[in-house]
C-alpha cells in the first residue's frame, strides 16, 4: 500500500498549475486535500509521474457572498463549509451535507471541488449542489469556461474536466425568497459508508396554499452519475403538494433511477426518501 514514486510540484500561481498541466496532461494529478488522490495511489488506480499541489496558492480557500451569490474556492474543505455562517444561513441543508461525508479527519482534510472532481456516482455534496444550480469556473491556458454542475458529471469517476484544465470556483446563486433544501440518505453500513442512495430538493413553495412555485430534485448513488429527477420535477410544479402528489411524484422519481445493483430496493429508498425530503422542506418553509 506504499505510494509510488512522483515528481511533486508546488506552484505559487494558478498560472503556474495550468501551465504545469498543459505541458504534462494524463500524466499529471492536482492535489487539493488528498483524501481520494492518495487512496487511489496506494491501491495502484491512479499512477501520476507528476503532482501539482494547490496549497502554495493564495485565496483558494475563500468564501464569498454577495449579492449575486456564493463563491466556493478549490481549497475550501468540508468541514469550513459545515461550519461557516453564511452556508448555515442560506444553504443549511448543503452545510448539514458536508457534514455527513466521512469521519472528521477527511471532512478536515477533504475540499468540496476535490470531491467533485472525483465524480463518484455516490457523491453527497453533488446532488445538493445539482439542485441549487451551481455554475463551475474552469480555467486552462486557453482561458476559462463556465460549465453547469448538470453538465459535468458523464460517467462513473469521469467528468468533462480535460488533463489541462483545473476547477477553480464553485458559484451558487442567491436562494429566492420562500424556498429551502433538504437531503437525505441511506447508506450501506456504517455512518461513513457509501451512500446506498440520496435524495436531495430544492423547493420554492407558497406556505399558505403549499402551492410548489419551483422544485429541484437531486438523486445520488442510483445511476451512472448524480442526477436530476426532472419528470418528477415537472409533476410538481403548479401543484399543491398534498399527500398523494407527493407520494406520486416520488414514484416518478424512482422511475426515473438507474441503478447500478440493487435496483428494486434503491428505487424503494429513493421514494422513501424523496418523501422524507420534501415534508422537511416543506416544514422549512412553513
Known amino acids: 500500500m506504499r505510494i ?63 449579492e449575486e451569490g456564493l463563491k466556493i474556492g478549490p481549497l475550501v474543505t468540508h468541514s469550513t463549509i459545515v461550519d461557516h455562517p453564511v452556508i448555515k444561513n442560506n444553504f443549511d441543508f448543503l452545510s448539514e451535507t458536508c457534514f455527513k461525508i466521512g469521519t472528521r479527519q477527511v471532512r478536515n482534510m477533504g475540499t468540496l471541488i476535490g470531491n467533485l472532481c472525483n465524480s463518484s456516482p455516490s457523491s453527497d455534496a453533488a446532488p445538493c449542489l445539482l439542485v441549487l444550480d451551481a455554475k463551475l469556473k474552469i480555467l486552462s491556458t486557453d ?104 407520494r406520486e411524484a416520488a414514484e416518478i422519481a424512482s422511475n426515473e433511477t438507474k441503478p447500478r445493483s440493487r435496483p428494486w430496493y434503491r428505487r424503494e429508498m429513493v421514494k422513501v426518501l424523496f418523501e422524507e425530503a420534501i415534508l422537511n422542506t416543506m416544514e422549512k418553509i412553513r
Open 4 to 66: 509510488p514514486k512522483f515528481e511533486y510540484f508546488s506552484p505559487s500561481s494558478i498560472e503556474e498549475v495550468c501551465a504545469l498541466l498543459s505541458k504534462f496532461r494524463h500524466e499529471a494529478k492536482l492535489l487539493a486535500g488528498g483524501t481520494d488522490l492518495f487512496v487511489k495511489m496506494k491501491k495502484k488506480e491512479v499512477l501520476p509521474k507528476y503532482v501539482i499541489s494547490l496549497k502554495g496558492i493564495k485565496n483558494l480557500d475563500k468564501i464569498e457572498w454577495n
Open 143 to 246: 482561458g476559462e469556461r463556465i460549465v453547469p454542475i448538470e453538465d459535468f458529471f458523464i460517467g462513473p469517476f469521469q467528468t468533462v474536466l480535460d488533463p489541462q484544465e483545473v476547477l477553480i470556483e464553485v458559484f451558487i446563486p442567491k436562494p429566492p425568497p420562500l424556498s429551502s433544501g433538504s437531503y437525505k440518505y441511506i447508506h450501506k453500513a456504517s455512518s461513513v459508508g457509501e451512500t446506498l442512495a440520496g435524495v436531495a430538493i430544492f423547493l420554492k413553495m407558497n406556505p399558505k396554499n403549499l402551492i410548489c412555485e419551483d422544485i429541484k430534485v437531486g438523486l445520488s448513488s442510483v445511476a451512472p452519475t448524480p442526477i436530476r429527477a426532472k419528470m418528477a420535477e415537472e409533476f410538481l410544479v403548479g401543484k399543491s403538494l398534498e399527500e398523494s402528489t407527493i
